[in-house]
């Protein structure tokens, strides 16, 4: 079984400015959607691996699939977020769209992924061209991706969004860590 999605995630900031003695505004608060396209943002980066391709490359896809035995994974990645410095992140959402299904009910995970990637060269065998991933699909724990899930969901069905709390690992981006 595959699932077919499509990316829009949400941020929500607030940003911390330098206090002053004398001042006396509160920290600017508000909501940042990153999506393709949207405000002009063209930062984000996405790709699929396919186990049964290994060295195919889908980032011209429209959609991104994963699958039931992680026979497809995907890569997600937000660039340059339109965030002032020193924002605190309340909270941050990764919201995908299931369009596609093959019947069975998923557990999808998403892993922050440690290594460098390119889009339109990562496949299944490589993280970019001919530099392998530690175990094939970026799947080495500790080394292509992290060991634990930032967050983890099941699916029901197709034609409706699901989201996921990466909030921790957007504040961590913002903070360069």
Not at 158 to 167: E, F, L, R, S
């Amino acid at each position: 079984s595959t699932a077919t999605l499509t990316q829009t995630p949400t941020l929500s900031h607030t940003s911390v400015g330098t206090a002053t003695p004398t001042s006396t505004r509160p920290p600017e608060q508000g909501t940042v959607v990153v999506q393709q396209g949207l405000n002009g943002y063209s930062r984000a980066q996405d790709t699929y691996l396919h186990r049964w391709a290994a060295d195919s490359n889908y980032c011209t896809q429209v959609s991104l699939k994963v699958g039931y035995k992680q026979q497809y994974a995907s890569l997600l990645r937000f660039d340059e977020l339109p965030l002032p410095p020193g924002a605190t992140v309340l909270e941050a959402r990764l919201k995908l769209y299931a369009t596609g299904w093959g019947a069975t009910d998923l557990t999808l995970e998403a892993y922050r992924v440690l290594r460098s990637w390119d889009a339109c060269q990562s496949s299944w065998n490589h993280a970019e061209n001919n530099v392998p991933w530690t175990e094939e699909g970026c799947n080495g724990a500790g080394s292509d991706r992290a060991g634990a899930p930032e967050a983890s969901m099941s699916t029901s069905g197709i034609n409706c969004w699901y989201d996921w709390d990466v909030t921790a690992l957007v504040q961590q981006w913002v903070s360069g860590i």
